[in-house]
């Protein structure tokens, strides 16, 4: 579900529209959690627009 919704918002917004707020709230989870458990928002960006493009879960 954190997949897909970096993958959806990064290709809505593009890469520097995106924050890691952004993708938790499309996930359902708490900003906090989400940072604490994926690294750096850098590294979380660069990952997800890495996959954006053919999606894995088509």
Known sequence: MILRSAVDR????????TSLR????????STSSF???SGSEEGVRARSWSLRSPRPWS
């Open 22 to 29: 952004d993708i938790a709230d499309g996930a359902g989870v």
């Open 35 to 37: 940072s604490h458990h």
């Open 10 to 17: 990064l290709t809505a917004v593009g890469y520097h529209g």
